[in-house]
């Protein structure tokens, strides 16, 4: 069990991830915006912009999904689980959570089952 300052650090740190995130998601709404088919753009260029649109919106998937691991995160410090492997129950390595403090598998479990 994690004591309470270390719970403090890493609700901080993820606290300012998930700022990052919605700040980045605030720029990019004008990306992920419908491409328009009557324009005066040729056909190729046309092509590149919905492939651009299509990466904006993969990246904006990504965002909102890892938006969604840092709330579960701090709402498992909440509750008094965060840093246990969802998997094994196991201790997530101390080096791995200050990595990536949003992270649900300890290493071993990570290894086993890529996803
Ligand atoms: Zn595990």
Redesign the pocket.
Known sequence: MMDSDDAKQYENMLLGILAELRSEMNQEIDETAPVEVNGSMGRVSRGDAIQVQQLALEMKRRREERILRVESALMRIRNGTYGI?V??Q?PIEQGRLNALPDVL??L??AAGSPR
Do not use: A, T
């Open positions: 492997c998997r094994c196991d598998l300890c071993e479990c």
